[in-house]
């Protein structure tokens, strides 16, 4: 089931994204809405990291292109943040959870013209949204990794984007980091913003999202996550491997996922 939206926020054209000739994705071909928050599931190595990169250029689709606001990437940039995992990143580089955020804004200037001082205000109030003033002056590399995941969130928020994708974003958090950046996720929503996010928990998924993208290297559905996240459609995600995982939760004695049978 793909449901398209008109004056969708992002248009992907039949993308497909090759490593060594093999595709990560193919063929994908949605749209989706703005204000929405929207969830990517898929197995791993189902391609969503890819597929976020492609979106960001980061990768040169084989074939396809992408349209963000209806525009090319180039022409929208500074309307648009990205978050990614956070080990894909080196932690070890010198800086502070200050300057880091700062560098939110650099993508909205000329990289050589000087912070000012609403430049420096609003770094620090990103820093207060994601609660950590007390570590403003620590080295990202003495961090835990859910506040280095914070920091990151933090850097996006100072970019002032209207479109965020972000990778994982609760890989490695505990409960309640995971609560405070779902409050600050719905809260930019409530804003208008578009909320892109590469998600694990099924457990989660259909609590957090109104918009899901299911995808195993083919696009499997995207659409409102009341009609897409059935059982039908998620066995089609993982292959029929859902199955055995709900049969061992069962085992266990916890609960089902969560699914709604199709009608
Ligand atoms: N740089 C690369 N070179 C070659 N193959 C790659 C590269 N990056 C990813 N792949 C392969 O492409 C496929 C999709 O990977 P990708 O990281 O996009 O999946 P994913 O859905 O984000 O996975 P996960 O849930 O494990 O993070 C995988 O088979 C992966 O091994």
């Known amino acids: 089931m793909i449901a398209h939206v008109p004056n969708p926020v992002i248009e992907l054209h039949n993308l497909t ?46 074939s396809g292109y992408v349209k963000l606001f209806n525009k090319s990437l180039e022409e929208v940039r500074n309307r ?3 978050v990614p995992q956070r080990n894909s990143v080196d932690w070890d580089f010198p800086a502070s959870v200050y300057d880091t955020v700062l560098m939110g804004r650099y993508t909205r200037k000329n990289i050589f013209k000087r912070a000012n001082r609403l430049d420096r205000e609003i770094a620090l109030e990103s820093i207060r949204k994601v609660q950590l003033e007390k570590f403003k002056n620590r080295q990202i590399s003495q961090l835990s990794g859910g506040q280095q995941q914070r920091v990151f969130i933090a850097r996006a928020l100072a970019q002032e984007a209207d479109l965020y994708l972000l990778d994982e974003p609760f890989a490695g958090v505990d409960a309640a980091t995971e609560s405070a950046i779902m409050s600050l996720l719905t809260e930019m929503k409530s804003k208008g913003k578009t909320i892109v996010v590469v998600h694990h928990d099924l457990q989660t998924a259909s609590q957090y999202f109104d918009w899901l ?33 709900t049969q061992v939760a069962d085992l266990l004695g916890r609960k089902k996922f969560p699914v709604r049978e199709k009608n």
């Open 17 to 62: 994204v090759t490593y060594q000739n093999k595709p990560a994705i193919w063929n994908i071909d949605y749209t989706l809405p703005e204000g929405n928050l929207i969830g990517i599931i898929g197995p791993n190595g189902s391609g969503k990291t890819t597929m976020l990169k492609a979106i960001m250029g980061l990768i040169k689709p084989g």
């Open 80 to 82: 648009v943040a990205y």
């Open 213 to 245: 993208v299911m995808i195993n290297t083919r696009l499997i559905a995207s659409g409102k996550t009341e009609e897409v996240f059935t059982s039908e459609i998620l066995d089609q995600t993982y292959g029929g491997r859902l199955n055995i995982l």
